[in-house]
């Protein structure tokens, strides 16, 4: 796609300082850029890379101006116009709506119109796929469900319980959706497998990262919220419910019953212990581990930066020794105590 700076401009709704007329045709990293280049510069880190940079015109906010050498987009949140930027310059790719020969769709579904539906697609009986949207190769429905208009499961997708997906939903590759929860009972050491009866639910927009598994509740259904976002490689255990407009980075696992709320942002890696609230707008610092309750909005941490080996294998040798070094310090504290008083 081509637009001029101006055109650009006026459709994310940014001032120009420079020559609207300019052709962009690409999004590229200040560094890449070259004519015909929109590039973005959010804060004062990126001055060296702004002040040498190729692009055809940067988005940046108004403080960096006079920095920058080239037409200017200026925007109170360069990251958020950016990406509205590149969604016009590089749409998706249009589909044509058809069912490859090769897909095995049982008769009892209900397909509606302008659909995509690729090679080796099984979808099973009781299932609707609303309009407009894309099935992709290798995708498995084998459970009555409902999939929302406008939405897209890339390929390889697996859908293996009951799920109801909304509008617009991305589903990237390799992901599992309602897979059977660990839910399991003890007798005696060894273990029985409690059924899992509940549904997987995907709210309008939520985007799924690809070899991500979504598990169905075991009574409850396990509940992912309106513009929920979840990376790559996350564990959602069963009854689980995520909040609206929740992102949530790579290779954490929530286990079963947390519920997350609204808004949060939540590191990669992080490890969330199941039966816990966590309130809206909280923040998790990537590889944290959360094991109680969190009632406050704010930013939580936890674990050790990386240091040289010499130090950790040092200081893991001593960590065994604080429950006694803290006794002795707390029984020197109240001697101190008691000898005040004497005074």
Known sequence: MTYSVRELAR??????????DDEITRVADLEDSKKGSLSFAVSSQYLDKLKQTK??????????????KTTALISNNPYLSFARAAKLLHPEDAFIAEIHPSAVIHDDCEIADNVYIGPNVVISAKCTIGKDSYIGPGTVITAPSFIGAS???????????PTLIGERVIIHPGAVIASDGFGLANNN??????????RV??????????NTTIDRGALKDTIIEQGAKLDNQIQIAHNVVIGAHTAIAGCTGIAGSTVIGKHCAIGAAAGIQGHIRIADGVQVSGMTAIRKSITKPGLYSSGTTAQDNKSWLRNAARFKDLDALFKRVNDIVKKLERIEKGK
Request: aromatic fraction near 4%; hydrophobic fraction near 45%; proline fraction near 4%.
């Open 151 to 161: 939405s897209r499961l890339i390929a390889r997708v697996s859908i293996v319980g």
């Open 11 to 20: 459709e994310i709704g940014v001032d120009i300082l420079g020559n609207g």
């Open 55 to 68: 692009a055809t015109a940067v988005i940046i906010p108004e403080g960096l101006t006079s920095y920058c």
């Open 189 to 198: 050491g060894m273990w029985e497998k409690i059924p899992q009866l509940g």
């Open 201 to 210: 639910i995907l709210g309008d927009d939520v985007e799924i990262g690809a």
